[in-house]
């Protein structure tokens, strides 16, 4: 079966850095574009960046374009968001996202606090 599992996530200062991953598993990753979502408290899930099967084309939320980065590595089977320049408004649970045949499946989500 699909699973998802992140992990990365922690307590960062404002400007500093976190490389979230996703380890994925269960289904042929490199077929499918994978997304990163985030969920801050009392807040709706809001995407945060996709990136195709091959990693050849990204797209990312205004709020969040150029300090992260999405990537995969196909042969391991993982994600990645690098988040730098970070901000106390990026506190959120972060979680990755399959969509396969129309079925939205998610990991636990990681935890990354913004915080001094």
Known sequence: QVQLV???GGLVQPG????????ASGFIFS????DWYRQA??????LVAVI???????????PVKGRFTI???NAKNTLYLQMN???PEDTAVYFCQLNRNGVNYWGQGTQV???S
Do not use: F, I, Q
């Open 6 to 8: 992140e992990s990365g």
């Open 16 to 23: 500093g850095s976190l490389r979230l991953s996703c380890a």
């Open 31 to 34: 077929s499918y574009g994978m």
């Open 41 to 46: 408290p009392g807040k709706e899930r809001e």
């Open 52 to 62: 195709t099967n091959t990693g050849r084309n990204t797209n990312y939320a205004a």
């Open 71 to 73: 990537s995969r590595d």
């Open 85 to 87: 320049s970070l901000k």
């Open 113 to 115: 606090t913004v915080s």
